[in-house]
């Protein structure tokens, strides 16, 4: 990796997209929290440093401040919102409240003669010295640069802040008071890649397959001639990561995939397929059938925690035997990703995910070291990385399925005549979804099966059998949800094809509630 951006987090809400803009520019760079010595950053030879937004003020007794020997490197730095307050603050300028804090899209003049926003400027083909550009901008900020430092000129100005940019292009420092990452700062990707590009001179050449070719390289280094252990979901995570793994050291790596029962319709068989004997991948594979097991555990089990609990204990325990068989190992695989590792609390241990089939393993499992390739990439690197590898796009592009899988969307108690119905009935509506093209349009969407029965009509008879719920989401985060407004003639016809084809229900329903107040899955 010879080219990287370190960025330096002061908590602010935007520092993962900062770190996505970056990356999409096809520059490597790492979010570290604010105290990375200058003597660690300096070992890491960066091309260049940001330093976040923040919630405090840089005046606070506790705010968070940078190492001063930061500012002796030599090394290019972009401050960004409390990041340009923190420059202005240690560098010998004044922060102080603002007469009005500016929130939401500002207009903003930026000065011709500025460097960082050259490339607003001349697209305009404005002479440097004629003035300034206006621009929109994302602003969200109660302080303000009230006095630029020594050495610096001011770059940009809104009615409320007379120093909304500055600059020292010879020490090569930069600030912006508002927020380039954000999508509504229309012109903030060309700040950035002015930044990385004039400033910090970079040749833009992260790519997936360097990634894959140094990760597989890495890999090899550290495992040698070891035994590695990976616990296979079929989940884009997992799946990439054993990829990875079985590129870098073959035979050396045992999958273990434990089909609970409660996947979806044939999922067990379609990550055999890939991963199995007669896949592509042909590596010691072991698919353990352990439904039985899962479905007689969770016999008269109806309250949620208790189903996920039973189902977590469960899977550990047949896992566990599995590890059991192969003996010692030297490395166990996680597919951790970045995101897991920033909500973590930067610079501490990796966190183990908390999915019910994965989380818990370290304990369990006789190993040495864990071995995470993906935790640098965010999930859509994760996936780019997947096609890079040769993975089949329906598992690259797999939606999110939960650990406890259909448990949580079977209320009530879990049998397999109820597993049965819900399979069938969400195998129909994901193709009639890919058959309306909307497949890759929404983020989330499955069937589930509620535990009620209420009385209907086939042919000549009186049935009372279930109803089945469908649910559509449109999210970004998965922490809120918006419904996904499906076109009647879809639910139409996946109602239709359900009760026609499945046999037990009677009656389908879509759920119309947003996340908050109802969660995502059921249970
Ligand atoms: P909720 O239901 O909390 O779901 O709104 C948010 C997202 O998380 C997924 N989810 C899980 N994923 N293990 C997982 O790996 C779990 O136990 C689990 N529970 C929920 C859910 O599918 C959605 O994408």
Same mark, same amino acid.
């Given at each position: 990796?010879?080219?990287?951006?370190?960025?330096?987090?002061?908590?602010?809400?935007?520092?993962?997209?900062?770190?996505?803009?970056?990356?999409?520019?096809?520059?490597?760079?790492?979010?570290?929290?604010?105290?990375? $010595?200058?003597? %660690?950053?300096?070992?890491?030879?960066?091309?260049?440093?940001?330093?976040?937004?923040?919630?405090?003020?840089?005046?606070?007794?506790?705010?968070?401040?940078?190492?001063?020997?930061?500012?002796?490197?030599?090394?290019?730095?972009? @401050?960004?919102?409390? @990041?340009?307050?923190?420059?202005?603050? /240690?560098?010998?300028?004044?922060?102080?409240?603002?007469?009005?804090?500016?929130?939401?899209?500002?207009?903003?003049?930026?000065?011709?003669?500025?460097?960082?926003?050259?490339?607003?400027?001349?697209?305009?083909?404005?002479?440097?010295?004629?003035?300034?550009?206006?621009?929109?901008?994302?602003?969200?900020?109660?302080?303000?640069?009230?006095?630029?430092?020594?050495?610096?000129?001011?770059?940009?100005?809104?009615?409320?802040?007379?120093?909304?940019?500055?600059?020292?292009?010879?020490?090569?420092?930069?600030?912006?008071?508002?927020?380039?990452?954000?999508?509504?700062?229309?012109?903030?990707?060309?700040?950035?890649?002015?930044?990385?590009?004039?400033?910090?001179?970079?040749?833009?050449?992260?790519?997936?397959?360097?990634?894959?070719?140094?990760?597989?390289?890495?890999?090899?280094?550290?495992?040698?001639?070891?035994?590695?252990?990976?616990?296979?979901?079929?989940?884009?995570?997992?799946?990439?990561?054993?990829?990875?793994? $079985?590129?870098?050291?073959?035979? /050396?790596?045992?999958?273990?995939?434990?089909?609970?029962?409660?996947?979806?319709?044939?999922?067990?068989?379609?990550?055999?397929?890939?991963?199995?004997?007669?896949?592509?991948?042909?590596?010691?594979?072991?698919?353990?059938?352990?439904?039985?097991?899962?479905?007689?555990?969770?016999?008269?089990?109806?309250?949620?925690? /208790?189903?996920?609990?039973?189902?977590?204990?469960?899977?550990?325990?047949?896992?566990?035997?599995?590890?059991?068989?192969?003996?010692?190992?030297?490395?166990?695989? /996680?597919?951790?990703?970045?995101?897991?590792?920033?909500? $973590?609390?930067?610079?501490?241990?990796?966190?183990?995910?908390?999915?019910?089939?994965?989380?818990?393993?370290?304990?369990?499992?006789?190993?040495?070291?864990?071995?995470?390739?993906?935790?640098?990439?965010?999930?859509?690197?994760?996936?780019?990385?997947?096609?890079?590898?040769?993975?089949?796009?329906?598992?690259?592009?797999?939606?999110?399925?939960?650990?406890?899988?259909?448990?949580?969307?079977?209320?009530?108690?879990?049998?397999?005549?109820?597993?049965?119905?819900?399979? %069938?009935?969400?195998?129909?509506?994901?193709?009639?979804?890919?058959?309306?093209?909307?497949?890759?349009?929404?983020?989330?969407?499955?069937?589930?099966?509620?535990?009620?029965?209420?009385?209907?009509?086939?042919?000549?008879?009186?049935?009372?059998?279930?109803?089945?719920?469908?649910?559509?989401?449109m999210t970004t985060d998965f922490m809120t949800a918006e419904i996904a407004e499906l076109p009647w003639e879809l639910i139409g016809k996946v109602t239709s094809r359900i009760v026609n084809?499945?046999?037990?229900?009677?009656?389908?329903?879509?759920?119309?509630?947003?996340?908050?107040?109802?969660?995502?899955?059921?249970?």
């Open positions: 990796m010879n080219e990287e951006i370190i960025i330096l987090d002061f908590g602010g809400q935007y520092s993962q997209l900062i770190a996505r803009r970056i990356r999409e520019c096809s520059v490597y760079c790492e979010v570290h929290p604010y105290t990375l $010595s200058a003597a %660690e950053i300096k070992a890491k030879n960066p091309k260049g440093i940001i330093f976040t937004g923040g919630p405090n003020s840089v005046y606070g007794a506790d705010s968070p401040q940078c190492d001063m020997a930061v500012y002796e490197l030599g090394i290019p730095i972009l @401050g960004i919102c409390y @990041g340009a307050q923190l420059l202005a603050h /240690q560098l010998g300028g004044r922060v102080e409240t603002a007469p009005v804090s500016e929130y939401g899209k500002t207009e903003v003049e930026v000065f011709t003669d500025s460097v960082l926003f050259r490339k607003i400027t001349g697209e305009k083909n404005l002479p440097a010295r004629s003035g300034a550009v206006k621009t929109i901008c994302w602003m969200s900020h109660t302080d303000y640069i009230s006095q630029v430092p020594d050495g610096f000129t001011v770059t940009a100005c809104t009615p409320v802040c007379p120093a909304a940019a500055m600059e020292h292009p010879e020490k090569r420092f930069y600030a912006v008071q508002f927020h380039p990452e954000v999508v509504h700062s229309k012109e903030g990707m060309k700040m950035l890649r002015t930044f990385l590009e004039d400033v910090c001179r970079c040749s833009g050449s992260w790519r997936m397959d360097s990634f894959v070719e140094t990760a597989v390289a890495d890999i090899r280094k550290k495992v040698g001639s070891g035994k590695v252990l990976c616990a296979l979901s079929g989940g884009v995570d997992s799946s990439v990561a054993a990829v990875l793994l $079985s590129k870098a050291v073959g035979k /050396q790596l045992t999958c273990v995939f434990v089909d609970h029962g409660l996947l979806r319709k044939d999922e067990g068989d379609e990550v055999e397929a890939v991963f199995g004997p007669k896949g592509p991948y042909a590596r010691n594979f072991i698919r353990v059938n352990a439904q039985d097991r899962f479905y007689e555990k969770l016999a008269g089990i109806e309250e949620p925690e /208790q189903k996920r609990k039973v189902i977590g204990e469960e899977f550990i325990r047949v896992f566990e035997e599995e590890a059991k068989k192969i003996g010692t190992v030297d490395f166990l695989v /996680q597919g951790t990703i970045y995101p897991d590792v920033i909500e $973590s609390g930067l610079g501490k241990s990796a966190v183990i995910k908390s999915h019910h089939n994965v989380g818990g393993l370290p304990d369990f499992v006789d190993f040495k070291e864990i071995i995470e390739p993906l935790r640098m990439l965010f999930k859509d690197e994760v996936r780019k990385a997947g096609l890079e590898l040769g993975i089949p796009e329906h598992l690259v592009f797999r939606q999110p399925f939960p650990g406890p899988g259909l448990g949580i969307r079977i209320i009530g108690e879990v049998t397999p005549e109820k597993v049965r119905i819900v399979q %069938e009935a969400d195998a129909i509506y994901r193709q009639e979804v890919k058959n309306f093209g909307l497949d890759q349009k929404l983020n989330q969407y499955f069937a589930a099966l509620s535990n009620m029965r209420s009385v209907g009509v086939m042919g000549d008879f009186r049935t009372y059998d279930y109803a089945v719920i469908l649910r559509a989401v084809e499945v046999k037990g229900v009677s009656r389908v329903l879509y759920d119309c509630t947003q996340k908050p107040p109802a969660t995502i899955e059921f249970e």
